[in-house]
């Protein structure tokens, strides 16, 4: 069983206001990715991490997000100003390397008011 | 840009049936296949790999890889009302950290 874990679960923000998740990756996994399903269930990859250090990230994330994993701390995920479009479940994943599984904590699911 | 489909977006298939899941992308250069399977308020979690063409069969599940037609597939063998569940393929091209996935096939097994 993955023990990738995130919190909160649960998360509820109005409009412009800053919402900020957390994963702790699996122990031993120096690579992190963050994933957002919207309620279609699509997949939008948004940024990944090996170690402290950014390997990918998509256009939206450079403008309105945040994230970081830095050295004993859990990795976060942070919205500066919040939007309707952005309610989703926000999966967090970790693995061995690039190749391997990706294992994912149960996500937090985010509702902007 | 990678574009990978599934199909169907749902089904619903009587206990102890085989079930086919189908998913095609685009990016003839992909390197690596998965099947992750999500059921109702949980993680996802990977079922399947493959990452030559051919066929990989683990217990009930059986992977399918065509390269060549940009499609791979996952069969169910003598489907468990617990298989229900969403199915999602993924894939990940050459150069690239990420995995793109499908949107999903919502599958019911019904007892």
């Known amino acids: 069983n993955s023990k990738v874990i995130q919190t909160p679960r649960y998360l509820v923000k109005g409009q412009g206001q800053k919402a900020k998740m957390r994963c702790i990756p699996e122990?031993?996994?120096?690579?992190v990715f963050w994933y957002q399903q919207n309620k279609n269930n699509e997949f939008k990859f948004l940024i990944n991490?090996?170690?402290?250090?950014?390997?990918?990230q998509i256009d939206m994330t450079e403008k309105r997000f945040s994230a970081e994993c830095p050295s004993n701390s859990p990795c976060s995920l942070e919205i500066q100003s919040s939007e309707a479009g952005d309610s989703a479940l926000y999966l967090c994943?970790?693995?061995?390397?690039?190749?391997?599984?990706?294992?994912f904590g149960p996500g937090t699911r985010l509702t902007v008011l | 840009q990678q574009n990978v489909q599934q199909s169907p977006e749902s089904l619903i298939v009587p206990e102890g049936a085989r079930t086919s899941l189908n998913c095609t992308f685009s990016?003839?250069?992909?390197?690596y296949f998965w099947w992750y399977r999500q059921h109702s308020g949980k993680a996802p979690k990977a079922l399947m790999?493959?990452?030559?063409?051919g066929e990989k069969e683990e217990g009930r599940f059986t992977i399918h890889l065509n390269k060549a037609s940009l499609h791979f597939s996952l069969h169910i063998r003598d489907s468990q009302p617990s298989d229900s569940a969403l199915y999602l393929c993924?894939?990940?091209?050459?150069?690239?950290?990420?995995?793109?996935f499908g949107s999903g096939t919502q599958l019911t097994v019904m007892p």
């Open positions: 790999s493959i990452f030559s063409n």
């Open positions: 994943a970790s693995s061995l390397d690039n190749y391997a599984e990706q294992f």
């Open positions: 991490f090996q170690n402290q250090e950014v390997l990918q």
């Open positions: 122990k031993g996994h120096p690579v």
């Open positions: 993924a894939v990940r091209s050459s150069g690239s950290w990420q995995l793109i």
């Open positions: 990016d003839s250069a992909s390197q």
